[in-house]
């Protein structure tokens, strides 16, 4: 089943159950995706889709920091919430030490000898990790592995 199908199960699974909360997140999903299609005219594939979920993961996190920051625990909350439906479409998070592998073996096979390198190690990395890390960690990684 693609993506873009579970979300759509998903959804109507939520309008039974009544949940509200789950509901409208996965509606702020699919509307993502419907966005997407429209602006680009194109149907989109279930690569895309997990980049459209990364991205709204990444929006909810720093939405959470600085809610965090002004002292607003009511939207913490439902920040967290909606983080929580996003994450359950993604693939599982990669380990520290699997990501640690993967910057190596992108390292060794671009033969990346300095900074200069890393846009051709982060072109191999990026769609092998997508949804499953969070892209900053990476770069640390590589920062760190060709340091």
Same mark, same amino acid.
């Given at each position: 089943?693609?993506?873009?199908?579970?979300?759509?199960?998903?959804? +109507?699974?939520?309008?039974?159950? %009544?949940?509200?909360?789950?509901?409208?997140?996965?509606?702020?999903?699919?509307?993502?995706?419907?966005?997407?299609?429209?602006?680009?005219?194109?149907?989109?594939?279930?690569?895309?889709?997990?980049?459209?979920?990364?991205?709204? $993961?990444?929006?909810?996190?720093?939405?959470?920091?600085?809610?965090?920051?002004?002292?607003? %625990?009511?939207?913490?909350?439902?920040?967290?919430?909606?983080?929580?439906?996003?994450?359950?479409?993604? =693939?599982? =998070?990669?380990?520290?030490?699997?990501?640690?592998?993967?910057? $190596?073996?992108?390292?060794?096979?671009?033969?990346?000898?300095?900074?200069?390198?890393?846009? #051709?190690?982060?072109?191999?990395? +990026?769609?092998?990790? $997508?949804?499953?890390?969070?892209?900053?960690?990476?770069? #640390?990684?590589?920062?760190?592995?060709?340091?």
């Amino acid at each position: 089943m693609s993506l873009k199908a579970e979300l759509t199960q998903a959804m +109507k699974d939520a309008m039974r159950a %009544q949940d509200k909360a789950r509901l409208g997140t996965v509606r702020l999903m699919l509307s993502e995706i419907k966005r997407v299609e429209v602006d680009e005219r194109i149907e989109v594939s279930d690569e895309r889709i997990l980049a459209l979920l990364d991205k709204m $993961q990444k929006q909810r996190r720093d939405s959470i920091a600085q809610f965090s920051a002004a002292g607003r %625990q009511d939207l913490v909350d439902i920040e967290e919430a909606e983080l929580e439906v996003i994450s359950q479409f993604l =693939p599982a =998070p990669l380990s520290e030490a699997e990501l640690q592998a993967m910057v $190596q073996s992108a390292v060794a096979e671009t033969g990346a000898q300095s900074m200069a390198d890393m846009g #051709k190690v982060m072109a191999i990395l +990026k769609p092998q990790v $997508q949804g499953r890390a969070d892209m900053t960690v990476v770069s #640390k990684l590589v920062k760190a592995c060709m340091g």
